[in-house]
Every structure is written in C-alpha cells, then in structure tokens.
C-alpha cells in the first residue's frame, strides 16, 4: 500500500493548490467586475518594465490578465504597507518595492510592472514620477515601456480597461513618452463610439457583457407580454 505523503510534500501541494486558486480567482474578478481589456501597440514579449500610469484599483490586475493573454511571466512592485496587508498577492506576482533584486531577476524574464507615480492617484495628467522604473530596466538590461491605463466607464454596464502599449524608451525620456500615450489614449477614447472600442485595439480579457448586449429571460418575457417586437 502506498504510504502517507511526507509533511513537506502535502505542505507543497497545498501552496500549489493556493496558488492556483487565487490565480484563477483575480481573474474571475477581472472579467466579472469590468467590460472587458483591450490593448493597443507593440505588446512585448518579455523582459521588458512596463512603466503605466496609476489612476485605477484595477491596475495591477489588469496588466496581469494582459500578460497571461500574451504569454508572459507577470511580476508587479507593490508598497510594503499594502503587501503586508496582503501577503498572498506575491502568489501572482507581488514583488516588495525595496525589493531590488528580486525585482531585477523578475524583469530579465517577464514583464515587471513598476508604476512610477507610486500610489494611486486621481485620474487625469500624469503627478511626480520617481526614478525606479528606469533604474531597474537598466539594472536588468531589459526594456523600459512606457503604458497609458484607463479603466473607463463608457457606453457599457460595467467599466472597461484599455492599456496602450509605447515603443522602448531610454529613462530620461519615460515621464514625456508616458505623457505622449495617455493622451493618445485619452483622445482616442474621447473620439470613439462608447459602445464600441476605438479603432485598433484588440479584446485580450473578456468581461462582463452589459444587459443590454444579452437578450436574458425576463428581456423576452416581457416582449411577449407587451407584444412589442421592434
């Protein structure tokens, strides 16, 4: 009969089986909580610090979900006071800011996310921006990416997420780069029938479908009872 599995190997399993399971739940909560993720430009493979503008909750989540839909390992720096709130995000790639090195070896690999405005900020132009992300892709030899983000509530029942990828910028040159995209994104979105996305962005992540994109029971129900068609 086969033995019990040793402690060290059930201990193993249960982080594998926690791992996945909060995996699969970010992005249950990607596509329930918004319309969907679109992006836009030159998605890089890997290897690469993506440094996006930081006016959402979703941020993070959202350049997550991008990633495993372009095939890359995903890694995120995240404050020390939010990451000791909540440990477990380093299973989906939380990284502690003064983390350094780890960071270094995580944008050799992947995409490594660094937000240079630090915290969330209010959504609109661009606050102060901090010199990690630069650093760190110089440190790692890897690309630095400047990424405009907005999560946006259109012409949907739920909000949508556009990411605009840039072309690889040298350091000094991010803060105007950034700029340059967010505005891009900006008027696109401004220019754009709400119920459609604007011209050239893909679908990466499904979401939420609006009510008024799914003809659901009590939608049919009260056609035939009104006897309107159309």
Known sequence: ????????????????????LL???VSRSVRAGLGGVWVRGPVPAGGVVLAPNHHSWWDGYVLREAALWAGSEFAVLMGARQLSRFPFLRRVGAVRVDEVRAGVRRARVGWLVVFPEGAVQPAGPLRAMQPGAAWIAGAAGAALVPVALRVVMRGAQ???AFVRFGWPVAGPDLEGALQRELAALDAELLDSDPETPPAGYLRAVPGRASR????????RLLTWITGDSG
């Open 1 to 20: 009969m086969p033995g019990k599995p040793r402690s060290g190997q059930a201990g193993e399993d249960r982080h594998v089986w926690a791992t996945r």
């Open 23 to 25: 995996s699969r739940s």
């Open 212 to 219: 008024s994109e799914r003809v659901d029971l009590p939608s």
């Open 158 to 160: 739920a909000p949508e």
